[in-house]
């Protein structure tokens, strides 16, 4: 269902003033592409060859605004949400290593992937990954905290 829309829609804006005109339509254009990406559901099948290269090319084209909205996270602390996010990610990367003991994932064949990815899905396995998480948000939180602590002293590339 489409977002509703709000006051600030029907207002007609200069999005860049002093800008030349292309810039304001780009701008304008972003603006509005922003919305719709809210609105995809996201599927749990996987993609097929056709659909992952259009998604190539989707994110080729989006590249430069995922690197500023990278670098604007960057300077902030991450939210909870991100933090807890973070922990099942890494409590799911330590329960996959021990399946594959210690195999790295871009050496395994798609059909090996997809079996352990089918082995990973099973509610005793989440529930090992929901206590191991928990577990992790300490020590998340710990490296989010001194990755903020060093940022300024780290030499920049």
Do not use: W
């Given at each position: 269902?489409?977002?509703?829309?709000?006051?600030?829609?029907?207002?007609?804006?200069?999005y860049?003033p002093?800008e030349?005109?292309q810039?304001?339509?780009?701008?304008?254009?972003r603006?509005k592409?922003?919305g719709e990406?809210?609105?995809?559901?996201t599927?749990?099948?996987?993609?097929?060859?056709q659909?992952?290269?259009?998604?190539s090319?989707?994110?080729r084209?989006?590249k430069?605004?995922m690197k500023i909205?990278?670098?604007r996270?960057?300077?902030?602390?991450a939210?909870?949400?991100?933090l807890?996010?973070r922990?099942?990610?890494?409590?799911?990367?330590?329960v996959?290593?021990?399946?594959?003991k210690?195999?790295?994932?871009?050496?395994?064949?798609f059909s090996?992937?997809?079996?352990?990815?089918?082995?990973?899905e099973?509610?005793a396995?989440?529930?090992?990954?929901?206590r191991?998480?928990?577990k992790?948000i300490?020590?998340v939180?710990?490296?989010?905290?001194?990755?903020k602590r060093?940022r300024?002293?780290?030499?920049?590339?």
């Amino acid at each position: 269902m489409a977002k509703k829309l709000s006051f600030k829609d029907y207002l007609t804006v200069d999005y860049a003033p002093g800008e030349p005109e292309q810039t304001k339509l780009n701008a304008k254009k972003r603006k509005k592409d922003s919305g719709e990406a809210t609105t995809e559901s996201t599927v749990d099948e996987a993609l097929t060859l056709q659909q992952r290269q259009k998604r190539s090319r989707q994110m080729r084209k989006y590249k430069s605004r995922m690197k500023i909205g990278r670098e604007r996270a960057a300077r902030k602390m991450a939210d909870p949400k991100r933090l807890k996010k973070r922990a099942r990610k890494q409590a799911r990367k330590a329960v996959v290593s021990k399946i594959t003991k210690g195999q790295d994932k871009g050496e395994m064949s798609f059909s090996r992937k997809k079996d352990i990815e089918k082995r990973m899905e099973k509610p005793a396995i989440q529930a090992r990954i929901d206590r191991n998480a928990r577990k992790l948000i300490k020590v998340v939180r710990k490296q989010e905290m001194e990755r903020k602590r060093n940022r300024g002293k780290g030499d920049k590339k």
